[in-house]
């Protein structure tokens, strides 16, 4: 097609650039923007099946029993689960809402494991009741979720997640499988957790769980990870546990930065991970199901946050001051988050100058972009969040007394809102009339 390039700023194949302006599939984002108002959240459908099927395709290159898990906390919305129900997919899910929106979704039971560290009592409950596995995070779980079946009656299957003691590149608040970190039982300590399960009356092990973290861009953690995965199934076999399935978690990582970073492929995380993978559960004498449980990987970079700019001042820098900020989008606040950035109307004009991003929200610290050379930027324009999928709307807030904004759905020639925008009578909804006032 004439006019369209997607080599600036290495963009993904669903993003492009025709008549200057961003499109995401074959949708213009500024008249997106316009008709549905900003902020607007933006998701691919062809990209996420895309993104899922080389994962899945990787895998199953090696292996094929493998079951895929979608992270459902990294994008939580119906119609996003929908998809990967469709695709064959289950879901890691953490918390009663996700359990309850992945069975909504049309994901089987059996495809499904409530993970988490801080079960409720009716959390343990709901897993019973539906009939979906449960990964323990410790033996005082693993004794109240006997208790809980004991008193329906019936039995429960369920993992224990085991903490790899390991050292992992990436931010500290999503390293997950440090020795020191909350989730998890240490791998000198699992059999003992193990052997309690195996002597519970209404608990059946059937599988073993690991997460090491989130945003990986090297694969060696993952190596390491399945060798002691499958060396502590080979231990738990030989207790008598029949292990029906290992689960490698999520965490492989994408490039946010697109000129700096890079992130392996799927096929190259199969390639690490694989073989050691192979390797260990032939030693053991096993032949369980491969669990993984992707989120930012397959969804990330399906989504751009468009936000319009209310103003742009010019004291020691120049701030752009937009309609989104850390309400909708946490990421470059909590974890110091790299965000490309395009100006949706202009995306092939040459630079103009640095800008730096500014929310609305009452705090110094809302900058969802710092420094960032753009095209002269001016009142009204659409500017382009990159690879929000992940993390994005999931992790909003109404702080500020800020609706949340709507989030849309591409899929080819079609398009549709999958959540509409709060609104202002939205956020007193929940809020009570005292007696006395
Ligand atoms: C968050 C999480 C994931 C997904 O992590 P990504 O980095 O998005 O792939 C998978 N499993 C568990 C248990 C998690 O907490």
Same mark, same amino acid.
């Not at 790899?164 to 590149?169: F, Q």
């Not at 109307?345 to 809302?366: K, L, N, Q, S, V």
């Not at 095209?375 to 500020?400: C, H, K, R």
């Given at each position: 097609?004439?006019?369209?390039?997607?080599?600036?700023?290495?963009?993904?194949?669903?993003?492009?650039?025709?008549?200057?302006?961003?499109?995401?599939?074959?949708?213009?984002?500024?008249?997106?923007?316009?008709?549905?108002?900003?902020?607007?959240?933006?998701?691919?459908?062809?990209?996420?099946?895309?993104?899922?099927?080389?994962?899945?395709?990787?895998?199953?290159?090696?292996?094929?029993?493998?079951?895929?898990?979608?992270?459902?906390?990294?994008?939580?919305?119906?119609?996003?689960?929908?998809?990967?129900?469709?695709?064959?997919?289950?879901?890691?899910?953490?918390?009663?809402?996700?359990?309850?929106?992945?069975?909504?979704?049309?994901?089987?039971?059996?495809?499904?494991?409530?993970?988490?560290?801080?079960?409720?009592?009716?959390?343990?409950?709901?897993?019973?009741?539906?009939?979906?596995?449960?990964?323990?995070?410790?033996?005082?779980?693993?004794?109240?979720?006997?208790?809980?079946?004991?008193?329906?009656?019936?039995?429960? #299957?369920?993992?224990?997640?085991?903490?790899?003691?390991?050292?992992?590149? $990436?931010?500290?608040?999503?390293?997950?499988?440090?020795?020191?970190?909350?989730?998890?039982?240490?791998?000198?300590?699992?059999?003992?957790?193990?052997?309690?399960?195996?002597?519970?009356?209404?608990?059946?092990?059937?599988?073993?769980?690991?997460?090491?973290?989130?945003?990986?861009?090297?694969?060696?953690?993952?190596?390491?990870?399945?060798?002691?995965?499958?060396?502590?199934?080979?231990?738990?076999?030989?207790?008598?546990?029949?292990?029906?399935?290992?689960?490698?978690?999520?965490?492989?990582?994408?490039?946010?930065?697109?000129?700096?970073?890079? *992130?392996?492929?799927?096929?190259?995380?199969?390639?690490?991970?694989?073989?050691?993978?192979?390797?260990?559960?032939?030693?053991?004498?096993?032949?369980?199901?491969?669990?993984?449980?992707?989120?930012?990987?397959?969804?990330?970079?399906? $989504?751009?946050?468009?936000?319009?700019?209310?103003?742009?001042?010019?004291?020691?820098?120049?701030?752009?001051?937009?309609?989104?900020?850390?309400?909708?989008?946490?990421?470059?606040?909590?974890?110091?988050?790299?965000? #490309?950035?395009?100006?949706?109307?202009?995306?092939? *004009?040459?630079?103009?100058?640095?800008?730096?991003?500014?929310?609305?929200?009452?705090?110094?610290?809302?900058?969802?972009?710092?420094?960032?050379?753009?095209?002269?930027?001016?009142?009204?324009?659409?500017?382009?969040?990159?690879?929000?999928?992940?993390?994005?709307?999931?992790?909003?807030?109404?702080?500020?007394?800020?609706?949340?904004?709507?989030?849309?759905?591409?899929?080819?020639?079609?398009?549709?809102?999958?959540?509409?925008?709060?609104?202002?009578?939205?956020?007193?909804? $929940?809020?009570?009339?005292?007696?006395?006032?």
């Amino acid at each position: 097609m004439s006019g369209t390039t997607n080599v600036c700023m290495n963009l993904p194949p669903h993003l492009t650039v025709r008549e200057g302006r961003l499109h995401i599939g074959s949708h213009d984002t500024v008249a997106l923007a316009n008709k549905y108002g900003t902020p607007l959240y933006v998701t691919d459908e062809q990209r996420i099946r895309s993104n899922f099927a080389a994962y899945h395709d990787a895998l199953t290159g090696y292996y094929d029993r493998v079951q895929m898990l979608y992270a459902a906390k990294a994008n939580g919305n119906l119609a996003v689960l929908k998809v990967f129900a469709d695709l064959g997919a289950g879901a890691d899910v953490f918390s009663a809402g996700e359990l309850y929106l992945a069975l909504v979704a049309g994901m089987k039971p059996e495809h499904l494991l409530f993970n988490g560290s801080s079960k409720t009592p009716d959390d343990l409950k709901l897993a019973v009741q539906k009939n979906v596995r449960v990964s323990l995070d410790s033996v005082d779980e693993m004794m109240q979720l006997n208790e809980v079946a004991r008193a329906m009656g019936t039995t429960v #299957e369920c993992s224990f997640r085991v903490n790899p003691a390991m050292e992992v590149p $990436t931010h500290p608040k999503i390293a997950t499988g440090l020795a020191t970190s909350k989730f998890g039982i240490h791998a000198g300590e699992i059999i003992d957790a193990y052997r309690a399960a195996v002597e519970a009356t209404n608990i059946v092990p059937v599988g073993l769980h690991c997460h090491i973290g989130s945003q990986i861009l090297d694969v060696a953690p993952f190596a390491e990870e399945a060798a002691v995965l499958v060396k502590v199934a080979k231990q738990i076999t030989d207790l008598g546990v029949n292990l029906r399935f290992l689960d490698m978690g999520g965490g492989l990582g994408i490039p946010y930065n697109h000129m700096t970073e890079v *992130a392996p492929t799927p096929q190259e995380y199969a390639d690490a991970v694989m073989p050691v993978f192979m390797d260990g559960i032939e030693k053991a004498g096993i032949r369980p199901e491969l669990w993984v449980e992707p989120g930012r990987n397959l969804i990330g970079d399906s $989504t751009v946050l468009l936000t319009r700019v209310n103003s742009v001042k010019r004291t020691h820098k120049a701030f752009v001051n937009v309609d989104a900020g850390f309400n909708l989008l946490a990421r470059p606040v909590m974890y110091d988050a790299y965000h #490309e950035v395009i100006v949706a109307d202009r995306a092939e *004009a040459a630079p103009a100058g640095t800008y730096t991003i500014t929310g609305p929200i009452c705090e110094t610290g809302d900058i969802l972009a710092h420094d960032r050379m753009l095209p002269e930027v001016s009142f009204g324009d659409t500017i382009a969040i990159l690879d929000t999928g992940a993390y994005g709307f999931s992790m909003s807030s109404q702080y500020n007394s800020r609706p949340r904004c709507a989030e849309i759905m591409v899929n080819g020639g079609m398009e549709a809102p999958m959540r509409r925008a709060e609104t202002i009578i939205d956020l007193k909804m $929940t809020m009570e009339q005292l007696p006395w006032q």
